[in-house]
Nanobody, 125 residues
Framework: QVQLVESGGGLVQAGGSLRLSCAAS????????MGWFRQAPGKERVFVAG????????TYADSVKGRFTISRDNAKNTVYLQMNSLKPEDTAVYYC??????????????????WGQGTQVTVSS
């Protein structure tokens, strides 16, 4: 069991930066693979970035490669998403998610068992 709470969203001008945090409570956080997804109004929830439980590998959507960085601090039970060079098309509600699966695709939202409530990111032009 794990509970996830996102924070760090807000309003930023294009080209700016934000760092999102996802704080987890529960047991064995280090056993969970973590992901970030986002959802804009009227659109599906889509994959942004993922990090395995071992933190040995990370994956990114093509739209954010080179701009976003996912990381985790197991001692703090927290996963981060550093977002740089933000664009208006990054505007969405951002969600973190967790999975205990070992064989899964990070970009598949159905691989994740736990979800936070989301934090709004708005990028103005």
């Amino acid at each position: 069991q794990v509970q996830l709470v996102e924070s760090g969203g807000g309003l930023v001008q294009a080209g700016g930066s934000l760092r999102l945090s996802c704080a987890a409570s529960g047991r064995t956080f280090s056993d969970y693979g973590m992901g970030w997804f986002r959802q804009a109004p009227g659109k599906e929830r889509v994959f942004v970035a993922g990090i395995r439980w071992s933190a040995l590998s990370t994956t990114y959507a093509d739209s954010v490669k080179g701009r976003f960085t996912i990381s985790r601090d197991n001692a703090k039970n927290t996963v981060y998403l550093q977002m740089n060079s933000l664009k208006p098309e990054d505007t969405a509600v951002y969600y973190c998610a967790a999975t205990q699966k070992r064989l899964y695709s990070s970009s598949n939202r159905y691989a994740y068992d736990y979800w936070g409530q989301g934090t709004q990111v708005t990028v103005s032009s």
